[in-house]
């Protein structure tokens, strides 16, 4: 029997949902007490694979992994990320994992910080710096975002698995086309309003980046201030945020099978971090971001003041998708049909830091 597995990754700890026969429900926590930032589902593989970034205040960060979703978990008896000696440097934490596409079905990214990109050939079970982008030319000009300096978005191309994206905060979007050999900036057309040059080639604060389902070379960011869309697989990036009530926001998702549909979720200011118009509301565009529209079905109608960070949105791989997110207030919300209506699965969890959901045998 085919269902839906949906991950959360809070404050305190991993929960799982899952959905049969149209009912859902939670188990949890796993990793009790511990911050879970990152989680992917790895389902290239006959036996599906959760990879879980956890975060313990005792023990530090590690990243965990299950082959039965969820009922084992088995942390590497030698930490699975760790620093090389010579660069001086420690983990802080991951806050991205990222399953490569079907030509490499053994290829996982970690993202992290400090800003870096490890390359896992087994699985996730260990990983390797890519130095290359460690030390980038530009790198001692980096700055670090509100959240840190972090490499928080991973992109890699299905039709290429030497191409990979991406994007860094506070320095941008950086793509490589040789297998992490060499990386650029690519970041013409996003703005950095808070620099004293808004265009520069590196030193954007962008939040989130998601690619298209249609158009493998279209891509969405959103930034701190600006909703983009570049066309030419990261080279070149034009606004595309007319129509939002506040193009400022953290999360960015891609319908997994129709062209040109996305979703975002509006934050006021970057001031003021609560829900654009103090309104719980997604906004959806069916037209590559010609135009945006608001769903609410279903969503609280009154003042909201959940959040929704980087991570905390995402879509299933089902026909018609399912698409969710978590907030700041422990809520976790599902649409099963691309968004048109929603309801509210869990709530009074932990702060929301991620969700992954994929359909599962």
Known sequence: MTGVLLAVGTRKGLFIGRRREGRWEFEGPHFNAQAVYSVALGTRRDVPRLLVGGDSAHWGPSVFHSDDLGATWTEPQKAAVTFPRDT??????????????PAAPDVVYAGTEPAALFRSEDGGMTFELVRPLWEHPTRSRWMPGGGGEAVHTVLTDPRDADAVTVAVSAAGVFRSHDGGSSWNPSNQGVSAVF???????FGQCVHKVARDAGDLDRLYLQNHWGVYRSDDAGATWNDIGGGLPSDF???????????????????NADADRVPAGHRCRVYRTQDAGRSWEPLSAGLPEGDHYGTVLRDAMCTDDADPAGVYFGNRNGEVY???????????LASHLPDVLCVRAATVG
């Open 249 to 267: 926001g953290f999360a960015v998702a891609s319908h997994p099978h129709r062209a040109d549909v996305a979703y975002v979720f509006p934050i």
């Open 334 to 344: 599902a649409s099963s049909d691309d968004g048109d209506s929603w309801q509210l």
């Open 195 to 201: 620099l004293p040059d808004p265009n520069p080639e």
């Open 88 to 101: 001086g440097a420690s983990l802080e934490r991951v806050w991205q994992l990222h399953p490569a596409g």
